[in-house]
């Protein structure tokens, strides 16, 4: 079945680059995705890569997908205090209803 | 710009009594969700829905009911609640899109409190 798997907390220095990783299980994923929880807010979407690519870029945001591994991760540059929040990483494949599976989500604490 | 409400924010019931979870997307999404969402657990699929009238059992729908007797609104119903039932609780919505990327559409999320 679908499993996606990601660290529970990272902290880093604003200014600094944040990686956040995630594993995912089903080779059958068309889509990976991350959202972003804001405190007292639902998930919005941050970014997406289709599973045929390696990378996508989107202004400070990276993402980088190795599919041999079933490693996705997300790199955001200069990090500052608003990206303070919770990452959860998705995916899903196209059919069916599309049924989008999370991780438990990524807690990331930026330091002023 | 895209809505998705949810009927309460914050929400006290006690042990047996029937609860009704109300959301409302304004998008004319044929997908609707209920997720709960807990500490070191993440977001776990409760219940979806891809039209009016039908419905998917998620991967814990035990002790919960849905509702969609009309495209925007999908409401959950815990028919006799219980302690552990205590959470947060997200609906989202999504488009039919075929073979394209799916993105979900999140409401703010009640926190339901079982006392």
């Known amino acids: 079945g679908e499993d996606v798997e990601q660290s529970l907390f990272l902290s880093v220095r604003e200014g600094d680059s944040s990686v956040i990783n995630c594993t995912y299980t089903d080779s059958s994923s068309t889509y990976l995705y991350w959202y972003k929880q804001e405190p007292g807010a639902g998930l919005q979407l941050l970014t997406y890569i289709f599973s045929n690519m390696d990378m996508k870029q989107d202004q400070r945001l990276t993402v980088l997908l190795n599919k041999k591994d079933k490693h996705l991760s997300l790199r955001i540059a200069d990090t500052q205090t608003g990206d303070s929040a919770i990452y959860f990483c998705?995916?899903?494949?196209?059919?069916?209803?599309?049924?989008?599976?999370f991780g438990i989500g990524t807690k990331l604490q930026v330091i002023p | 710009d895209v809505k998705v409400t949810q009927s309460s924010r914050y929400l006290v019931k006690r042990t047996g009594e029937k609860v009704f979870l109300e959301c409302v997307q304004d998008m004319d999404h044929e997908n609707m969700f209920w997720y709960r969402q807990d500490p070191g657990l993440g977001l776990r699929l409760i219940y979806f829905?891809?039209?009016?009238?039908?419905?998917e059992k998620g991967d814990i729908p035990e002790g919960y009911s849905v509702s969609r007797e009309k495209k925007e609104r999908f409401s959950l119903i815990l028919e006799s609640a219980s302690t552990n039932q205590t959470s947060m609780y997200l609906c989202a919505s999504s488009p039919h899109t075929g073979r394209s990327y799916n993105e979900q559409f999140f409401g703010p999320g009640t926190r339901l409190t079982v006392l």
């Open positions: 829905s891809y039209d009016v009238k039908m419905k």
């Open positions: 998705a995916e899903s494949y196209s059919g069916g209803y599309q049924k989008v599976t």
